[in-house]
Nanobody
Framework: QVQLVESGGGLVQPGGSLRLSCEAS????????MGWYRQAPGKQRVLVAS???????NYADSVKARFTISRDNAKNTVYLQMNSLKPEDTAVYYC??????????WGQGTQVTVSS
């Protein structure tokens, strides 16, 4: 069974930092793109950042220069370092994986709350 296990969410004050991690089970072969979406209450799920197997990255304009995505191919793990967090970053963050044939797998989601 395919699994994506996320960790690292929580409550942080504005200006603080969090690091999200997502490990994909070994049953997902030939992982291509890994990344993160987020969904705030009452809003659609939107892309935050993605990274290809070769290391090419893509970021939403709202998080550029604050968030950094990285991955460890040997561990099938993707990370999202989030700095200078703002209240508007509050959302459920979902990791995803797209394999070489286009199948997409999702994590269960982790809550990030930015509040004083």
């Amino acid at each position: 069974q395919v699994q994506l296990v996320e960790s690292g969410g929580g409550l942080v004050q504005p200006g603080g930092s969090l690091r999200l991690s997502c490990e994909a089970s070994r049953r997902i072969f030939s992982i291509n793109t890994m990344g993160w979406y987020r969904q705030a209450p009452g809003k659609q799920r939107v892309l935050v950042a993605s990274i290809t197997r070769a290391g090419s990255t893509n970021y939403a304009d709202s998080v550029k220069a604050r968030f950094t995505i990285s991955r460890d191919n040997a561990k099938n793990t993707v990370y999202l370092q989030m700095n200078s967090l703002k209240p508007e970053d509050t959302a459920v963050y979902y990791c995803y994986v797209r394999d070489s044939i286009g199948s997409v797998y999702w994590g269960q989601g982790t809550q990030v709350t930015v509040s004083s």
